[in-house]
Protein backbone atom coordinates (compact mmCIF):
# COMPACT_ATOMS: atom_id res chain seq x y z
CA UNK A 1 0.00 0.00 0.00
CA UNK A 2 1.32 3.33 1.02
CA UNK A 3 2.93 5.11 3.92
CA UNK A 4 -0.80 5.04 5.61
CA UNK A 5 -2.02 2.63 8.21
CA UNK A 6 -5.24 1.87 9.55
CA UNK A 7 -4.22 3.03 13.00
CA UNK A 8 -2.36 6.71 11.96
CA UNK A 9 -4.44 9.53 10.58
CA UNK A 10 -4.92 10.39 7.01
CA UNK A 11 -2.47 13.30 6.67
CA UNK A 12 -4.54 14.03 3.24
CA UNK A 13 -8.37 13.02 3.59
CA UNK A 14 -8.75 13.56 -0.29
CA UNK A 15 -5.51 11.62 -1.53
CA UNK A 16 -6.70 8.60 0.25
CA UNK A 17 -10.14 8.79 -0.60
CA UNK A 18 -9.09 8.62 -4.17
CA UNK A 19 -6.64 6.10 -3.61
CA UNK A 20 -9.65 3.86 -2.36
CA UNK A 21 -11.55 4.91 -5.61
CA UNK A 22 -8.96 3.69 -7.61
CA UNK A 23 -8.28 0.88 -5.69
CA UNK A 24 -12.18 -0.24 -6.09
CA UNK A 25 -12.05 0.58 -9.77
CA UNK A 26 -9.06 -1.35 -10.39
CA UNK A 27 -10.64 -4.35 -7.96
CA UNK A 28 -7.38 -3.92 -6.31
CA UNK A 29 -9.28 -5.41 -3.19
CA UNK A 30 -6.63 -6.29 -1.13
CA UNK A 31 -5.19 -2.59 -1.13
CA UNK A 32 -7.96 -1.21 0.52
CA UNK A 33 -7.98 0.16 3.74
CA UNK A 34 -10.79 -1.82 5.07
CA UNK A 35 -10.94 -0.25 8.66
CA UNK A 36 -10.51 2.99 7.60
CA UNK A 37 -13.19 2.53 4.89
CA UNK A 38 -16.18 1.24 7.13
CA UNK A 39 -15.45 3.62 9.53
CA UNK A 40 -15.62 6.94 6.93
CA UNK A 41 -18.76 5.11 5.13
CA UNK A 42 -20.55 4.91 8.80
CA UNK A 43 -19.66 8.39 9.53
CA UNK A 44 -20.40 10.13 6.02
CA UNK A 45 -24.30 8.21 6.98
CA UNK A 46 -24.41 9.98 10.83
CA UNK A 47 -23.50 13.29 9.11
CA UNK A 48 -26.50 13.09 6.96
CA UNK A 49 -28.82 12.19 9.88
CA UNK A 50 -27.13 14.78 12.19
CA UNK A 51 -27.87 17.85 9.22
CA UNK A 52 -31.34 16.57 9.08
CA UNK A 53 -31.57 16.88 12.71
CA UNK A 54 -30.29 20.64 12.66
CA UNK A 55 -32.16 21.76 9.82
CA UNK A 56 -35.46 20.00 11.55
CA UNK A 57 -34.66 22.46 14.35
CA UNK A 58 -33.64 25.46 13.07
CA UNK A 59 -36.66 25.01 10.50
CA UNK A 60 -39.17 24.46 14.13
CA UNK A 61 -37.27 27.02 15.71
CA UNK A 62 -38.06 29.69 13.17
CA UNK A 63 -41.70 28.30 12.99
CA UNK A 64 -42.15 28.82 16.26
CA UNK A 65 -41.24 32.07 16.25
CA UNK A 66 -43.32 32.76 12.82
CA UNK A 67 -46.29 31.72 14.85
CA UNK A 68 -45.83 32.68 18.39
CA UNK A 69 -44.61 36.44 17.61
CA UNK A 70 -47.14 39.10 18.61
CA UNK A 71 -45.25 41.28 15.88
CA UNK A 72 -45.73 40.28 11.73
CA UNK A 73 -43.44 37.60 10.77
CA UNK A 74 -40.15 38.90 10.08
CA UNK A 75 -38.84 38.84 6.50
CA UNK A 76 -35.60 37.21 7.59
CA UNK A 77 -38.17 33.90 9.47
CA UNK A 78 -39.36 33.27 6.68
CA UNK A 79 -35.97 33.36 4.61
CA UNK A 80 -34.85 30.92 7.44
CA UNK A 81 -37.86 28.61 7.24
CA UNK A 82 -37.44 28.33 3.13
CA UNK A 83 -33.76 27.69 3.58
CA UNK A 84 -34.11 24.86 6.30
CA UNK A 85 -37.28 23.75 4.13
CA UNK A 86 -35.05 23.84 0.90
CA UNK A 87 -32.03 21.67 2.69
CA UNK A 88 -34.10 19.37 4.07
CA UNK A 89 -35.64 18.56 0.60
CA UNK A 90 -31.98 18.25 -0.79
CA UNK A 91 -31.13 16.02 2.16
CA UNK A 92 -34.28 13.57 1.49
CA UNK A 93 -33.78 13.57 -2.20
CA UNK A 94 -30.22 12.75 -1.74
CA UNK A 95 -31.37 10.28 0.80
CA UNK A 96 -34.85 9.24 0.55
CA UNK A 97 -34.56 6.62 3.52
CA UNK A 98 -34.29 9.31 5.75
CA UNK A 99 -37.97 10.44 4.85
CA UNK A 100 -39.26 7.59 7.52
CA UNK A 101 -37.44 9.08 10.35
CA UNK A 102 -38.20 12.70 9.49
CA UNK A 103 -41.51 13.05 12.27
CA UNK A 104 -39.13 11.24 15.03
CA UNK A 105 -35.90 13.18 14.10
CA UNK A 106 -38.59 16.35 14.68
CA UNK A 107 -39.57 15.16 18.08
CA UNK A 108 -36.48 14.52 19.24
CA UNK A 109 -35.24 18.01 18.48
CA UNK A 110 -38.00 19.83 19.22
CA UNK A 111 -37.03 20.97 22.73
CA UNK A 112 -34.22 22.74 21.29
CA UNK A 113 -36.06 24.47 19.29
CA UNK A 114 -38.44 26.07 21.82
CA UNK A 115 -35.72 26.63 24.04
CA UNK A 116 -33.70 28.72 21.39
CA UNK A 117 -37.00 30.27 19.97
CA UNK A 118 -37.45 31.20 23.34
CA UNK A 119 -34.40 32.54 24.07
CA UNK A 120 -34.24 34.92 20.64
CA UNK A 121 -37.52 36.08 20.90
CA UNK A 122 -37.94 36.83 24.85
CA UNK A 123 -41.22 34.75 25.10
CA UNK A 124 -41.51 32.26 27.95
CA UNK A 125 -40.82 28.89 27.59
CA UNK A 126 -44.18 27.98 28.91
CA UNK A 127 -46.19 29.68 25.43
CA UNK A 128 -45.12 27.57 23.19
CA UNK A 129 -46.09 23.65 23.46
CA UNK A 130 -44.49 21.57 25.54
CA UNK A 131 -44.50 19.02 22.65
CA UNK A 132 -43.96 18.92 19.29
CA UNK A 133 -47.32 20.58 17.31
CA UNK A 134 -45.75 19.99 13.50
CA UNK A 135 -46.86 17.16 11.38
CA UNK A 136 -44.16 15.60 9.22
CA UNK A 137 -46.58 17.17 6.67
CA UNK A 138 -46.83 21.03 7.69
CA UNK A 139 -42.85 20.31 8.27
CA UNK A 140 -42.09 20.09 4.88
CA UNK A 141 -44.77 21.73 3.69
CA UNK A 142 -43.47 25.03 1.36
CA UNK A 143 -46.58 27.11 2.24
CA UNK A 144 -47.03 26.24 5.68
CA UNK A 145 -47.21 29.58 8.14
CA UNK A 146 -45.64 31.05 4.89
CA UNK A 147 -49.02 32.66 3.86
Known amino acids: MDHLTPDCAVPDFVLWVERQCAFLQNKQFDQLDLDRL ?11 RRELKSRLETLMMNLLKCQFQPEPKSRAWLGAVR ?8 ILEQSPSLDAVVAEYA ?7 FERAGAETGIP ?16 DTEFVLS
Open 38 to 48: VKELDAMGGNE
Open 107 to 113: DHVYKAA
Open 83 to 90: EQRSEIHR
Open 125 to 140: RAAFPQTNPYSKEQLL
